[in-house]
């Protein structure tokens, strides 16, 4: 029975992180800031 207890209690812990990293990804700001500092500050000359 403790197996079955430890199983699901894992089980619940990776859809929670799955879940929490969904709505990270989805709800995350720009994706294009990077690229935006990098053309912006880091290419000498760039227009």
């Known amino acids: ?3 079955v207890r430890y199983f699901l209690l894992a089980l619940l812990v ?9 709505y990270y990804w989805l709800h995350s700001g720009n994706p ?3 690229r935006k ?3 912006q500050q ?6």
Request: with cysteine; net charge positive.
């Open 32 to 34: 294009d800031a990077l």
């Open 14 to 22: 990776a859809i929670l992180a799955a879940l929490a990293g969904g």
């Open 1 to 3: 029975m403790r197996r």
């Open 37 to 39: 500092i990098v053309l």
């Open 42 to 47: 880091c290419v000498p000359h760039q227009q």
